[in-house]
């Protein structure tokens, strides 16, 4: 099956700091990625689709520019915090699909703001 | 837009009980839907999927029949494990549209 990958699993930084978390389709291409957040005990909410070699298009709410998103290959996407404070600790996960509608998801990363 | 709404949590059974997590939907169209699992400090492990009405998906002894008259999707397995442990989200995705999901239901399956 379809695998995706994520790094790191896990993040520990301090505020202030920008933190880059990539996204990985190991064995597809992946035309369309999703940036998804959850906070403990809560459903992923949707931050941002991107598709490659295009802006990504971000969900109400979210600051495109605290949340850097770049889908620069097909099996590639970076998700970048900038200027992480306290507030942005939380389980990042990603998603890849190569055709609608199914979407595979990474293992998340764990980003801890001190 | 769509949505879609799931039984709330947290559920507890014994071991070799029956689980239901129900799941109810509002889209426009013909989505597909979907149960995933997450365990403990993971992220989102496809469980089954359903593309079409009347379609049943089945994975591990789970399974779940897209139900278009009832907009529903519930998921149900007969004998429930300890290692069933975990929190289970019911999603919908329509065609290019992103997924949408529930707010997930946590499942504690004790010995």
């Known amino acids: 099956g379809a695998v995706v990958s994520q790094h790191p699993s896990w993040v520990i930084c301090k505020s202030g700091t920008s933190v880059k978390i990539e996204c990985r389709s190991l064995d597809f291409q992946a035309t369309t990625m999703f940036w998804y957040r959850q906070f403990p005990k809560q459903s992923l909410m949707l931050m941002a689709t991107s598709n490659e070699g295009s802006k990504a298009t971000y969900e109400q709410g979210v600051e495109k520019d605290k949340f850097l998103i770049n889908h620069a290959s097909l099996t590639l996407s970076t998700l970048t915090v900038t200027s992480a404070h306290p507030e942005d600790s939380s389980f990042y996960i990603c998603?890849?699909?190569?055709?609608?509608?199914?979407?595979?998801f990474g293992p998340g990363t764990r980003l801890t703001v001190l | 837009g769509n949505s879609v709404t799931q039984m709330e949590g947290p559920v507890t059974l014994s071991e070799e009980a029956f689980l239901t997590i129900n799941c109810t939907y509002t889209a426009t169209g013909y989505p597909s839907l979907f149960w995933y699992v997450q365990y403990p400090g993971e992220g989102l492990q496809l469980l089954l999927k359903?593309?079409?009405?009347?379609d049943k998906g089945s994975n591990k002894g789970f399974e779940a029949t897209y139900r278009k008259e009832t907009t529903s999707f519930h998921l149900e397995k007969g004998s429930v494990q300890v290692s069933d442990s975990a929190v289970y989200f019911c999603a919908l995705s329509s065609n290019n549209n992103d997924m949408r999901f529930g707010a997930g239901t946590r499942l504690t399956v004790k010995p």
């Open positions: 359903a593309t079409k009405a009347d």
């Open positions: 998603s890849a699909r190569d055709r609608p509608p199914e979407q595979f």
